[in-house]
C-alpha cells in the first residue's frame, strides 16, 4: 500500500439524465485536489464536440479516450463499434495498470456491456486486477446484475419528465 485510501466501484444507471455528468462532477472533485484521472468515453460520437470536453481539454491531470465513433444521428456499424470498444477499453486497462491514475471514468460502459460490445469477464478481469488506489466510475443505463452486486455504490437516476419526451432536442451546454 503507498499511502492512497482503497479505490471503490462507483455505478451510476437508470434512465434519467445526470449519469455523466455526476461522473465529471466527481472529475472534476479529483483533480481539484491534484489527482490523476482517465476518462474512457465510450459510444459517445465524434462530434459535436461535448462541452465538459472542451473544458477539460487542456486540463493537466486529466487523459481521456474516445471510443466513439461518428456524428449524432448517423448509425454506426455494430462491429466497428465493437472492435472500437475493445481497443480503447484495452489501452485503458493497460494506461490505468501503471498505478499512475488515482480515478477510472468509463462513461457508458453499461451501455457497452449491455450490447455485448464488451463482455463480463473482460470488464471483471480489469477490476480484479486494478491497482487497489484505483476509484472507477461506471457510468451508462442498463447496468448488469453483476456490475451492480459488485460495486461499493450505485446510483439510480429515475426519469420523471425529460424535454426530448416533448420532441425538444438536445441542447449545447444542457445535454452536451
Excluded: W
Aim: with cysteine; charged share 25%; net charge positive.
Amino acid at each position: 500500500m503507498d499511502g492512497r485510501p482503497t479505490g471503490l466501484l462507483q455505478v451510476y444507471t437508470g434512465d434519467g439524465k445526470g449519469k455523466t455528468s455526476a461522473a465529471i462532477g466527481l472529475l472534476a472533485r479529483f483533480l481539484g485536489h491534484g489527482r490523476r484521472c482517465l476518462l474512457v468515453r465510450f459510444l459517445k460520437p465524434e462530434q459535436p464536440e461535448s462541452g465538459e470536453l472542451r473544458f477539460f481539454r487542456d486540463c493537466s491531470g486529466l487523459e481521456i479516450l474516445n471510443a466513439g465513433l461518428g456524428v449524432v444521428g448517423r448509425r454506426v456499424d455494430p462491429e466497428r463499434m465493437r472492435a472500437n470498444v475493445t481497443t480503447v477499453f484495452r489501452q485503458a486497462a493497460e494506461r490505468l495498470a501503471t498505478g499512475r491514475f488515482d480515478l477510472a471514468v468509463f462513461d457508458e460502459i453499461n451501455n457497452c456491456l449491455a450490447r455485448g460490445y464488451l463482455t463480463e469477464e473482460e470488464l471483471l478481469a480489469f477490476l480484479q486486477q486494478r491497482p487497489a488506489h484505483l476509484e472507477v466510475v461506471c457510468t451508462g443505463r442498463n447496468a448488469p446484475p453483476f456490475l451492480l452486486a459488485r460495486a461499493d455504490l450505485v446510483t439510480s437516476m429515475e426519469k420523471i419528465r425529460h424535454p426530448f419526451d416533448r420532441g425538444i432536442a438536445a441542447r449545447a451546454g444542457i445535454e452536451y
